[in-house]
C-alpha cells in the first residue's frame, strides 16, 4: 500500500493549469464576451517543470491589430493576472511562448508570452517555468576601515584643472570684467 502511495505521489502533486484569452474591443460599449481556455498546462511544483496538455488559439475575424487579454482568470473575483498581445500573434508563422512565474512556493503568480520566428522542427509552443529570482541584498552596517592616521584606505582621485584652479579662473574673469576698456 505504502510503495502505491509513493508510486502515486507525483501524480498528485501534479497540477493543471488553464490560460484563458479575451479579446478587447476599442468599443467600451460593446459586450465583452467570456474568457476562453487558451492553453491547458500540466505543472509540477516539486520539480519546476511543465507541459503542454492542450492549446486552442483564437478563432475569428480579428485584425492583425486586435488586441487580446492572456493569463490566468478568477471568475469568482474576475482578475486577471497575464499579458495583452496583438492577434498577429497567433499567425502560423510564430513560435509561441508561455512563461508561466512562480513564487518560492512553487506556485503560479503571473503568466507571460513571447513569440519567435519558427525554426525547422520546433514545436509550436513552449512552456516555461520562471522561477522568482532574489534581488540584490545592501551590505548594511558593514563597518568603515580607517588606517593609522585616521583617513579612508585607498587613493584619492586625481582632481581635474578645473576642480584644481576654478578660483584663479574666476579672479581673472572679475578682474576683466570690473576694469573695463579705454575711453576714446
Known amino acids: ?108 503568480y503571473h503568466v507571460g508570452f513571447g513569440t519567435a520566428g519558427k525554426t525547422a522542427g520546433s514545436d509550436e509552443v513552449e512552456i516555461e517555468v520562471s522561477p522568482r529570482a532574489k534581488g540584490p541584498q545592501p551590505s548594511l552596517n558593514k563597518p568603515i576601515v580607517l588606517n593609522a592616521e585616521g583617513k579612508l584606505e585607498g587613493k584619492e582621485p586625481e582632481k581635474t584643472f578645473l576642480q584644481k584652479y576654478w578660483w584663479a579662473l574666476l579672479l581673472f574673469l572679475a578682474v576683466q570684467l570690473l576694469v573695463g576698456g579705454g575711453k576714446e
Open 1 to 108: 500500500m505504502r510503495l502505491l502511495n509513493l508510486l502515486l505521489l507525483p501524480a498528485a502533486l501534479a497540477s493543471t493549469i488553464t490560460i484563458y484569452t479575451n479579446p478587447l474591443h476599442r468599443d467600451s460599449a460593446a459586450t465583452i464576451p467570456s474568457p476562453t481556455p487558451l492553453a491547458t498546462i500540466s505543472y509540477d511544483p516539486s520539480t519546476a517543470s511543465a507541459s503542454l496538455a492542450s492549446y486552442h488559439p483564437p478563432t475569428g475575424a480579428y485584425t492583425p491589430s486586435h488586441l487580446f487579454r492572456i493569463g490566468l482568470f478568477d471568475p469568482a473575483t474576475k482578475e486577471w493576472k497575464g499579458v495583452v498581445t496583438s492577434s498577429a500573434s497567433f499567425a502560423d508563422e510564430y513560435l509561441k511562448k508561455f512563461i508561466l512565474h512562480v513564487d518560492e512556493r512553487g506556485e503560479v
